[in-house]
């Protein structure tokens, strides 16, 4: 058991150092790229189904019994953030294997994408903050060379507004750190829910709760802190945009979720009426933002914003089916928003360019790059039976038990106006007419492309696409998984129990 929940954080670490040994052989690097993913892959499977056969796993490192050691701890929803991270790892390195250039491959690559992958199983496993803190920077620091790594003019710039707004987040962050420190003595997290269930300084940490969130909020891109997103994750290759889109700001929502029920659930009229409130206005001025936009990878990258407000809603209303559906819609949103833009990639490799206004007739020349397009971005707007529509559906319901009229119909407007934004998407670059001239920025012709290259292409798109499928027509097992998720979140009792032994 101790192992499980090691191997997530370990296999992208071997994996990386390996493939840093092999720097100067690009298909070793490849090969160990996609043989690690794939490991990695098995074993969160495998963690998921031990914890929701066996309940909730913890382990001490080095066998300092907590809260004094490092605690890795995993229960329900750190499993399936762990399977779903291991997933679109393993999707995105296959895409790389044919999208990605030589000269990226040939400067690490594939080693600060493990290292990212390790970084994001790291925050999904750990049980204390300062080790949060720590594999937060792990991430900061492989995202950040994968954002620059090229070294283009538009990349760079991209790359200094996101280390900037995630260093100020990081030092948010680790100024609360202290604070909590300095008031209990400990950052376990089961250690501080036991102590802060007892009433110790109530109104300081209600307070200090607000500092976490702004922290947190940085990096979920919520309202008004998500001015970085847009302006970053339309500037790295489209593998490194896709993997960035899936997880990075799922990482920081995950994050909010945790500590919003462990540790600040004791004033839940105040912490959590300003998250509803912050989760309606970010669902707002995202869709308004993805609306204003002409090229493919900004509409996407503002629907992130859009998107992770619906995360972020089920947290506020703090409800046993508002969080069974803030965990659904994740799980929906990483396989589709990565999905649409891997399809942005391979749209770029037809025509050269990301431009609506240079693209078009995608649906005569990429038929099947236009049914996963189809079913990736209905998904997105809600479109019965899919899994996006089951997700709504669910906050939606829960929003409304509540009384909650006014953010209900918030999220139902602003599903309409993301299906207005993918209808835009769908007119110019599938069904509008072809342009007469393929854009300079083309790459390699597609004609020239090997079977195998074009399966590296597709293979992954098909695989999300036939999952966002599976979620929606098959969503009862999903949604069970998930409520009982939030139970757990929401009965601290058996976390605490699991990482301190019942002491």
């Known amino acids: 058991m101790k192992l499980l929940l090691i191997l997530p954080i370990l296999i992208p670490l071997i ?6 040994l092999l ?15 794939a490991a990695h892959l098995l074993v969160a499977l495998l963690l998921l189904w031990t914890v929701r056969q066996d309940g909730i796993l913890a382990t001490q490192v080095g066998n300092w019994p907590a809260p004094f050691g490092i605690t890795l701890v995993a229960d329900l929803l750190s499993a399936i953030m762990t399977v779903l991270g291991a997933l679109m790892g393993f999707t995105v390195v296959i895409y790389s294997l044919t999208s990605m250039d030589s000269d990226r491959e040939s400067f690490g690559y594939y080693a600060f994408f493990h ?8 925050v999904f496993l750990t049980g204390d903050l300062f080790n949060l803190y720590v594999w937060f920077e792990v991430m900061l620091l492989s995202s950040f060379i994968l954002l620059a790594l ?11 507004k996101y280390v ?6 990081s030092a948010l962050f680790l100024t609360a750190l202290g604070i909590l420190y300095g008031m209990l003595g400990t950052l376990n997290m089961a250690d501080l829910a036991l102590q802060i ?23 979920s891109a919520l309202f008004p802190l998500f001015f970085w997103l847009p302006a970053s994750y339309h500037t790295p290759p489209v593998a490194v945009s896709a993997i960035f889109a899936g997880l990075l700001t799922k990482v920081g929502v995950y994050t909010l979720i945790r500590v919003f029920s462990l540790l600040f659930a004791m004033d839940i009229a105040y912490t959590h009426t300003i998250i509803l409130v912050i989760a309606g206005l970010t669902m707002v001025t995202g869709v308004l933002g993805a609306m204003a936009q002409n090229e493919f990878r900004r509409i996407l990258s503002f629907h992130i914003i859009s998107q992770v407000g619906y995360m972020v809603l089920g947290l506020g209303l703090f409800t046993p089916l508002a969080l069974a559906g803030s965990i659904f819609y994740i799980m929906h949103h990483i396989i589709v928003k990565t999905n649409l833009f891997l399809v942005s ?3 770029r490799r037809l025509q050269g360019s990301y431009q609506l206004d240079r693209l078009g007739g995608l649906y005569q020349t990429a038929p099947a790059l236009t049914v996963i397009f189809m079913i990736s971005a209905f998904s997105l707007a809600g479109i019965p039976p899919l899994s996006g529509f089951w997700a709504k559906l669910i906050l939606v319901k829960a929003s409304l038990d509540m009384s909650g009229y006014i953010i209900a119909a918030t999220a139902l407007g602003v599903g309409l106006l993301t299906l207005f934004s993918m209808a835009k998407i769908w007119a110019a670059a599938f069904w509008g007419e072809a342009p007469e001239t393929t854009a300079l920025g083309a790459e390699q012709p597609w004609k020239t492309f090997s079977l195998a290259e074009k399966t ?10 036939a999952l966002t499928l599976t979620i929606g027509l098959m969503s009862q097992p999903f949604f069970e998984l998930a409520t009982t998720a939030a139970e757990q979140l929401l009965s601290p009792a058996g976390y605490i129990d699991a990482v301190l032994g019942g002491k």
Do not use: D
Request: hydrophobic share 50%; with cysteine; aromatic share 6%.
């Open 150 to 160: 090229g070294g283009e003019k538009h990349q760079l710039e991209g790359a200094i």
């Open 456 to 465: 590296a292409l597709y293979l992954p798109m098909i695989l999300l696409g």
């Open 345 to 347: 990639g391979v749209a």
């Open 115 to 122: 290292l990212l992958l390790m970084g994001v199983s790291g």
């Open 23 to 37: 720097w100067r052989r690009r298909t070793a690097q490849r090969l160990l790229g996609a043989l690690g993913s």
């Open 164 to 169: 900037t707004l995630n260093l100020v987040s």
């Open 197 to 219: 269930s007892e009433g110790k300084h109530a109104g300081v940490i209600s307070t200090l709760s607000m500092l976490f969130l702004v922290a947190f909020g940085i990096k």
């Open 15 to 20: 994996t990386a150092a390996f493939c840093l």
